[in-house]
């Protein structure tokens, strides 16, 4: 059974920084794109930052030079690096396993983000 577990998510001022952390088991790595999207109340899905194997690793435009996204050898688990952080990052953030043949190219137009973690939230003060 695919598994993916978040964690790292706690309130923090605005300009503050963050690590999430996701590890994921019960899947063999086979080429899947990989990333974070976050969900807010009453917002859409947002992609956040994605890794697929032709584009490489690509971000959201309102997270662009604040957010980093790294993995680990096995692309087990990943991270996310969250810096200058701003109220309007509050969200539920949940790392994913896209679906298998899903491109990840446009981190913003994932079509399918397949298996995902239960999230960890982050909430960010003014």
């Known amino acids: 059974v695919v598994q993916l577990v978040e964690s790292g998510g706690t309130s923090v001022q605005s300009g503050g920084s963050l690590r999430l952390s996701c590890k994921a088991s019960?899947?063999?790595?086979?080429?899947?794109?990989m990333g974070w999207f976050r969900q807010a109340p009453g917002k859409e899905r947002e992609g956040v930052a994605a890794?697929?194997?032709?584009?490489?690793?690509t971000y959201g435009d309102a997270v662009k030079g604040r957010f980093t996204m790294s993995h680990d050898s096995t692309k087990t688990t990943l991270y996310l690096e969250m810096k200058d952080l701003k109220p309007e990052d509050t969200a539920m953030y949940h790392c994913?396993?896209?679906?298998?043949?899903?491109?990840?190219?446009?981190?913003?137009?994932?079509?399918?983000?397949?298996?995902y973690g239960p999230g960890t939230q982050v909430t960010v003060s003014s």
């Open positions: 994913a396993l896209v679906k298998m043949g899903t491109s990840a190219r446009d981190v913003g137009a994932v079509a399918d983000w397949g298996y």
């Open positions: 019960g899947y063999t790595y086979r080429g899947h794109a």
């Open positions: 890794i697929d194997t032709v584009a490489g690793i």
